[in-house]
């Protein structure tokens, strides 16, 4: 058991790291870092890209419910208009028949 603990001790012990490893580590470090900026600025540029794209259609279909609302009022107005008118013609055609029927007696 000592034999082992002295085998570990051996391989756990504190070496000195390799000429330039501190200078790669940060050099990963580093590109990992750039990368990080770069895939955030590019989600920024994605996020205004779908937020600018909905835009112009949302405004062209609140203007089409405008017109189409504008249409539904002038469609029940001239309805309301046409049923008037109909009803009044009626209203004649029967006192006018009305009248010929009175007349022939």
């Known amino acids: 058991m000592v034999d082992m ?16 490893f501190a200078d790669r580590v940060m050099g990963v470090v580093d590109r990992r870092a750039r990368g990080r900026r770069l895939r955030r600025r590019m989600l920024i540029a994605a996020g205004m ?10 405004v062209r279909q ?27 013609a009626r209203q004649e055609i029967v006192r006018d028949i009305a009248k010929s029927s009175e007349a022939e007696r």
Do not use: N, Y
Request: hydrophobic share 45%; aromatic share 4%; proline share 8%.
């Open 5 to 20: 603990e002295r085998e570990l001790r051996r391989h756990l012990r504190r070496a000195p790291a390799p000429q330039g």
């Open 49 to 58: 890209v779908c937020l600018a794209i909905p835009a112009p259609i949302l």
């Open 62 to 88: 609140s203007r089409e419910r405008v017109r189409e609302a504008d249409a539904q009022r002038q469609f029940a107005l001239a309805m309301r208009v046409t049923a008037k008118a109909l009803f009044q």
